[in-house]
Structure formats: structure tokens, C-alpha cells
T-cell receptor, first 112, second 110 residues
């Protein structure tokens, strides 16, 4: 069975550009969450989606947006990139939160 | 105050020794706690769930103390391969919002 898949694996963007990160959850998982992890810190919660609806949003600016599609895949969009947006972006899916989340291998974004 | 907090360490542990560390949470309504292991530049991987009654998986024991709002992880007979960052996480609202601590680094030395 395929795990959580994320694309691309690595990305280099210039300040001010826009980026779209993609995530496919484990088959049957309807909940998808996005996290930002800066080196040396724990994953910071960005968004949670369940059944295509936003269920939670972390403390991130409006430059960050996301959506979930009918097939439960998800996109994370970041506009007007800043150097500080350089991080590992992790997507995680869950059948139900009580069972824990499974993470994809992440997208490493570098903003120059 | 962060919803989930951990001592970042590092905890330097001789091979074969026992190490234990905690994670505290601020929202008493939080539920469904987990320990994850994260290797350098890799994604977090689920290590074990944490129950009030405590649970054990081989050399690993996890415990939840609701009264004091902390969870713990104990590693017995530490192996070099246990060197990693251990993240605690919990469901912090009714929608299943899952938040992590900053992670505790464990370094097992020969």
C-alpha cells in the first residue's frame, strides 16, 4: 500500500514567488494536515482538512492557504515567499486522529 | 505558552542505559497522545500511542499522567540506533488538530 506521497521532494524558489505543494493521503484517509518544520524545531501545525473542509488553522499568515480535493488529496499554497519560509513542509494523513497521523517524506523548500 | 512542550535535550545516554523524558501539555481537554521518532532530515514516524494505563512496546514504555498533564517515554537497554529526536504529539481539539512539541534529542554513545 502506498503511504502518504508528497511532491515535489525539493524546491528552490526566489523571494516573492508563489509555490504549490501537493500531497496524496493514504487510501481511505480523509483527514490531511500540513506542517512546517524549520531545522531544530518540531513540526508547526499549518492546516487541517477533513472531508474537503478546513477544520483547523495554525498561526500562519494569510499568504498560506490550502485545499482538499474530492479524492482527499491536498495542496498547500504559499504566496509572496520570504526567506523565512525555507523549511521542510510535511503532510500527514489519518483515518481518525485517535489512531495517529502518518507522514509523507516532505517537501524541502528553499527560498533564495 | 505552547500547547505541547518538551525538553530539547540532548540526552546523552551510554549504550545499554535507561533514559526517560517527559512532555507536558497545556490543554486539559487534549487527548490521544503519541510518541514519534524523527531521524535527521527525515519525516516523523509513529513510535507508539500513549494510554492512561501505560503501554509498553519492547524496550519502550509510554505513560500518560492526566492529573499533571504530562506524558513520558522510557527507553531501556538503549541501542546506538535509538539516537534520534523524539517528538510527542497530541490531539488538542475536537476536530483532531494534532500538535507536536519541539522534540527531545537522544544521543546514545558507545
Amino acid at each position: 500500500d502506498a503511504g502518504v506521497t508528497q511532491s515535489p521532494t525539493h524546491l528552490i524558489k526566489t523571494r516573492g514567488q508563489h509555490v504549490t505543494l501537493r500531497c496524496s493521503p493514504i487510501s481511505g484517509h480523509k483527514s490531511v494536515s500540513w506542517y512546517q518544520q524549520v531545522l531544530g524545531q518540531g513540526p508547526q501545525f499549518i492546516f487541517q482538512y477533513y472531508e474537503k473542509e478546513e477544520r483547523g488553522r495554525g498561526n500562519f499568515p494569510d499568504r498560506f492557504s490550502a485545499r482538499q480535493f474530492p479524492n482527499y488529496s491536498s495542496e498547500l499554497n504559499v504566496n509572496a515567499l520570504l526567506l523565512g519560509d525555507s523549511a521542510l513542509y510535511l503532510c500527514a494523513s489519518s483515518l481518525e486522529a485517535a489512531y495517529g497521523y502518518t507522514f509523507g517524506s516532505g517537501t524541502r523548500l528553499t527560498v533564495v | 505558552r505552547k500547547e505541547v512542550e518538551q525538553d530539547p535535550g540532548p540526552f546523552n545516554v551510554p549504550e545499554g542505559a535507561t533514559v526517560a523524558f517527559n512532555c507536558t501539555y497545556s490543554n486539559s481537554a487534549s487527548q490521544s497522545f503519541f510518541w514519534y521518532r524523527q531521524d535527521c532530515r527525515k519525516e516523523p514516524k509513529l513510535l507508539m500511542s500513549v494510554y492512561s494505563s501505560g503501554n509498553e512496546d519492547g524496550r519502550f514504555t509510554a505513560q500518560l499522567n492526566r492529573a499533571s498533564q504530562y506524558i513520558s517515554l522510557l527507553i531501556r537497554d538503549s541501542k546506538l540506533s535509538d539516537s534520534a529526536t523524539y517528538l510527542c504529539g497530541g490531539v488538542t481539539d475536537s476536530w483532531g488538530k494534532f500538535q507536536f512539541g519541539a522534540g527531545t534529542q537522544v544521543v546514545v554513545t558507545p
